[in-house]
Structure formats: structure tokens, C-alpha cells
């Protein structure tokens, strides 16, 4: 990074998980990313169990794409989401620039000269909601907070 000029934060970690590597142009690079940058380390889907202080968990590997398990003592398991947490004085990449929440235009011109479609999700159906006495069509006209607990 001193190479190219930029500055970094004056305590950095003495070691940190950074994997810079090239994933190609325009839309296998954003397929590449799109995987690292709106997700966590790992999902609670892929957390098997955890049963006397052993975290077994799911993953991908990343040479054959084959999906593997792996159990761990849970001191070891943190340790390994830990070591994808940023040092301080840095930032996720999808906070800035045309990935920032409040960049849409701006990520619609990225995907125009990058010539990605990227269509609208379609909505899923709402389920039919019946009535339990007359067993009629319920109609959703609003949706109540869930009740928080009171301290003390």
C-alpha cells in the first residue's frame, strides 16, 4: 500500500486476513464480489451445532468449490471470524463509492457501461390468510411492532 501512496492507519494488526488477488473484468468480477461484500464471515445457516463448547460449521473450499465441514473448540472458531474483522481506521468496501446505500444512480451507470443487467426481484406471493371463525379471506391492513420486554 506504501507503493502506491495511500495512507494507511498508523496501528495496524501484525496480522491480518487480506486476500488481493485478480478476478477478471465487468461481470465475473462483479459475481466475485457481490459474494464478499454483502454477507457476513459466515451465515447462522451454516453453523451446524454447538455442543459442549465444539462449534461444527459448513463451508465452501475455495480451490475445488466442494462444501466441507469442520468442528472446532468455540475459542478457535472465534478466533477465525475474528480475523476477518477490519482494524480500526478502516472501512467495508460496499460503504463507499457506487456500492455506498445511497449511490443507486450512480450504481445504475456502473451497470450501463459495464453492460450488466441486473433485473428487479420479483415479490413473492402473500400467503391467504383465513379467517378462523367464518374461514373467509383476511385482508392485511397493518402490521403491529412486536411488544418489547420492560428492564426491570
Not at 42 to 67: L, P
Not at 94 to 116: S, T, W
Not at 142 to 152: F, Y
Amino acid at each position: 500500500m506504501k507503493v502506491e501512496g495511500l495512507p494507511l492507519p498508523t496501528r495496524l494488526p501484525p496480522k491480518w486476513v487480506a486476500d488481493c488477488q485478480s478476478v477478471g473484468r465487468g461481470a465475473p468480477a462483479l459475481e466475485y464480489l457481490s459474494r464478499y461484500l454483502y454477507r457476513g464471515v459466515i451465515s447462522e445457516a451454516n453453523i451446524i451445532a454447538d455442543h459442549h463448547g465444539q462449534v461444527t460449521f459448513r463451508y465452501t473450499e475455495g480451490a475445488t468449490g466442494a462444501i466441507r465441514t469442520r468442528t472446532l473448540p468455540g475459542e478457535d472458531f472465534l478466533w477465525l471470524v475474528l480475523q476477518h474483522v477490519l482494524p480500526r481506521g478502516f472501512r467495508r468496501v460496499r460503504d463507499y463509492g457506487f456500492l455506498h446505500g445511497n449511490a443507486k444512480p450512480l450504481l445504475k451507470l456502473v451497470q450501463l457501461v459495464l453492460h450488466v443487467l441486473i433485473t428487479a426481484a420479483t415479490p413473492k406471493p402473500r400467503p391467504i390468510v383465513s379467517c378462523p371463525s367464518c374461514r373467509g379471506v383476511m385482508q392485511v391492513v397493518g402490521v403491529l411492532p412486536p411488544l418489547r420486554a420492560h428492564p426491570g
